[in-house]
Nanobody, 121 residues
Framework: QVQLVESGGGLVQPGGSLRLSCAASGSIVTINAMDWYRQAPGKERELVASISNSGITNYVDSVKGRFTISRNNAKNEGYLQMNSLKPEDTAVYYC???????????????WGRGTLVTVSS
């Protein structure tokens, strides 16, 4: 069974840093785009950053210059380095991927369960 598992969330003070990781496992043939979304209390889930399998990245304006998305294709892992964190970055962060499942022989949209990031003094 293909799954994504996030890690690295926690409590950090404003101005601090965190690095989120997303590990994909199962019968994966290839991973196309990997994305990070977040959902703050009472708000809709929003796309924070995305990276293609060739390394092309995109960011929502509110995190540009502070967050960096990356991936290790050999390990089927994705990362989100978050610097200069602000209280408004507080949210549950979800990893998402479009990937080819080798058993089902089709492309799937897979979500992780999320990891909580709290930015507070």
């Amino acid at each position: 069974q293909v799954q994504l598992v996030e890690s690295g969330g926690g409590l950090v003070q404003p101005g601090g840093s965190l690095r989120l990781s997303c590990a994909a496992s199962g019968s994966i043939v290839t991973i196309n785009a990997m994305d990070w979304y977040r959902q703050a209390p009472g708000k809709e889930r929003e796309l924070v950053a995305s990276i293609s399998n060739s390394g092309i990245t995109n960011y929502v304006d509110s995190v540009k210059g502070r967050f960096t998305i990356s991936r290790n294709n050999a390990k089927n892992e994705g990362y989100l380095q978050m610097n200069s964190l602000k209280p408004e970055d507080t949210a549950v962060y979800y990893c998402h991927a479009n990937l080819r499942d080798g058993v089902r022989r089709k492309y799937l949209e897979i979500w992780g369960r999320g990891t909580l990031v709290t930015v507070s003094s």
